[in-house]
């Protein structure tokens, strides 16, 4: 069931929102579905406390499939070149213990 909303957009956005529909081919308001979709919950202090953390990030624009692969790919890359702390800590605990 979908519930029927109306909305107020400047003229630059609904430029934006004409572009976007005839680029995918998806109506208006499938667009603006899968953008509040994107948005996350702001309120949900776990997630809050994630995106403080630099741990979870936004969506800036909705993916297709191929592009969210590619997303994660980089981000596999990106944490891969960081040191964990917690690792090293127990490597060296252990070392010491040995």
Do not use: C, H
Request: net charge positive; hydrophobic share 40%; proline share 6%.
């Amino acid at each position: 069931m979908m519930i029927r909303k109306q909305i107020y957009l400047a003229p630059e956005q609904e430029a934006k929102l004409k572009r976007l529909a005839r680029a995918t081919g998806r109506t208006e308001a499938e667009i603006i579905r899968e953008a509040l979709d994107a948005l996350p919950e702001t309120a949900d202090p776990v997630l809050a406390a994630l995106y403080s953390k630099g741990l979870l990030e936004s969506p800036t624009i909705p993916a297709n499939p191929t592009q969210a692969q590619s997303a994660y790919q980089r981000y596999l890359n990106q944490i891969g070149q960081r040191k964990l702390g917690l690792a090293e800590a127990v490597l060296e605990e252990r070392k010491q213990g040995a």
